[in-house]
Antibody, heavy 120, light 105 residues
Framework: QVQLVQSGAELRKPGDSVTVSCKTS????????VHWVRQAPGQGFEWMGI????????RYTPNLQGRVTMTWDTTTSTVYMELGSLRSEDTAVYYC?????????????WGQGTLLTVSS | SYELTQSPSVSVSPGQTARITCSGD??????VCWYQQKPGRSPVLVMY???KRPSGIPARFSGSNSGNTATLTISGTQAVDEADYYC????????FGGGTKLTVL
């Protein structure tokens, strides 16, 4: 079965950086794009960016351009999201999500989420 | 930037029909999907391409999208359906509605 398993909770100070991993399984890694989405406490969702392993490309939301880097390792079917220059507003649960094969590009499978707390 | 607007809350009695709406400029020209999220859990896709149900989603869930409004309808609402529901569409980036808390009284 399809699974996306993320790394554990992180605590960072303002100005630090963090890397969250998302190990996928149960499908051919290069057949689907993977997205990162975050959810601040009690808030809605913010799309962060997309990883396209089959094309070797990434695209990020303009709001985070310059602070976020997404990479992947095809040999382990793992996607990584690095966020730098952390600020308190980055405190959120970070999710990786697989893009479906449907025309609407929905997110059909999600990781369990990784809580990032940014606090001095 | 593109925005999707949802009512913050909807309440229904068990067995009634719940309608959760999502509005956006010319939303009917885009595909809309819906996610269900229960407290402390990851979102679950419950509707895609406006009106298609993923495998495993009960038939009481249905969807529509026309004009400026998309609607997720839950017929014969059950207590297990109590959750937050988010609509989502694409406008260069993935855009989410603010979420609707469905309470089953």
């Amino acid at each position: 079965q399809v699974q996306l398993v993320q790394s554990g909770a992180e605590l960072r100070k303002p100005g630090d950086s963090v890397t969250v991993s998302c190990k996928t399984s149960g499908y051919i890694f290069t057949n689907h794009y993977v997205h990162w989405v975050r959810q601040a406490p009690g808030q809605g969702f913010e799309w962060m960016g997309i990883v396209k392993p089959s094309q070797g490309t990434t695209r990020y939301t303009p709001n985070l351009q310059g602070r976020v880097t997404m990479t992947w390792d095809t040999t382990t079917s793992t996607v990584y999201m690095e966020l730098g220059s952390l600020r308190s507003e980055d405190t959120a649960v970070y999710y990786c999500a697989r893009e479906s094969a449907f025309e609407g590009k929905e997110f059909d499978y999600w990781g369990q989420g990784t809580l990032l707390t940014v606090s001095s | 930037s593109y925005e999707l607007t949802q009512s913050p809350s909807v309440s229904v009695s068990p067995g009634q029909t719940a309608r959760i709406t999502c509005s956006g400029d010319k939303l009917g020209d885009k595909y809309v999907c819906w996610y269900q999220q229960k407290p402390g859990r990851s979102p679950v896709l419950v509707m895609y391409q406006d009106s298609k149900r993923p495998s495993g989603i009960p038939a009481r869930f249905s969807g529509s999208n026309s004009g400026n409004t998309a609607t997720l309808t839950i017929s014969g609402t059950q207590a297990v359906d109590e959750a937050d529901y988010y609509c989502q569409a694409w406008d260069r980036i993935a855009v989410f509605g603010g979420g609707t808390k469905l309470t089953v009284l």
